[in-house]
């Protein structure tokens, strides 16, 4: 197994958060306090309007940018659509997919998820495609069941190489903006679950090489404990990630 060699990433997701000038003044506060980090990948994604903001100021730094979403169509009559050719044109170099408020606010299914991650793909982006189970999934023991189904439907459905050059993130919704965090142990046994998941699907070699992030109330305070688990390959932050002190602060955790 090589999990010493997967190498990790921070991830901060705004979602519909920060103006322009906003995200101007989060880069020029957050780009000094991280400059020096060099064992992982940082990656912040702003809103469709900010991203030409971020792009330009990220050039040239060790901080990628990504987008939350994408229409897994090139072009065409689809108003209010942005597709991934199009994110690729604006300087991103990753995209979210398949976060649980697209689920749960926007119809999202796995299949969509599938054809959205491939058009990434095609369109020379990394997709993070997110999955993760609700309150009640867990309390009623479908944890499993949920995240084999989301995984089968969504990035279980691309090619093997396809799938080697995507990553993962394990979001529990639970968990999301409500300050919930999951136990580190809760996160890692959903992690190996998922890279059974990926074992099954693919192969051994995609199951050791598959970055998984973990996402869901990430802060300063707990990310010490979430690192230590070695099947976590890193986090995507939503709240904490709006504040560069705070986002550096988790990036620069030992
Ligand atoms: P949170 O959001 O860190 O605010 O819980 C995480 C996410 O939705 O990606």
Same mark, same amino acid.
């Given at each position: ?64 940018? #990504? ?15 942005? #597709? ?90 639970? *968990? ?40 869901? #109330? ?27 002190? #705070?986002? *550096? ?6």
């Amino acid at each position: 197994m090589s999990e010493c060699k997967r190498r990790r990433m921070i991830a901060g997701n705004w979602k519909m958060y920060k103006s322009q000038a906003e995200t101007r003044a989060f880069f020029e506060a957050f780009l000094p306090l991280v400059a020096d980090v060099t064992d992982l990948d940082i990656v912040v994604a702003p809103p469709y309007t900010s991203l030409g903001v971020a792009v330009d100021l990220a050039d040239g730094t060790n901080v990628g940018v #990504s987008a939350q979403n994408l229409d897994w169509r090139k072009e065409g009559a689809f108003t209010g659509e942005v #597709s991934a050719v199009m994110l690729k044109d604006a300087g991103c170099q990753y995209v979210i997919i398949g976060h649980s408020e697209r689920r749960q606010y926007f119809g999202e299914t796995d299949s969509g998820v599938a054809q959205k991650t491939k058009a990434a793909l095609d369109a020379g982006l990394t997709p993070i495609v997110c999955v993760g189970e609700l309150l009640q999934d867990r309390e009623q023991g479908r944890t499993e069941a949920v995240l084999s189904q989301q995984f089968i439907g969504g990035p279980g459905s691309l090619t093997a190489d396809e799938f080697s050059r995507i990553l993962i993130a394990y979001e529990p919704v639970w *968990a999301i903006g409500t300050g919930k965090v999951a136990t580190p142990e809760i996160a890692a046994a959903a992690h190996r679950f998922l890279r059974q998941c990926v074992a099954e699907q693919y192969s051994a070699e995609h199951a050791a090489a598959v970055r998984i992030l973990y996402g869901g #109330s990430v802060k300063p305070e707990n990310i010490q404990g979430l690192r230590a688990q070695e099947d976590l390959d890193g986090a995507l932050v939503g709240g904490a990630s709006l504040d560069a002190k #705070s986002f *550096a602060d988790i990036v620069k955790c030992k």
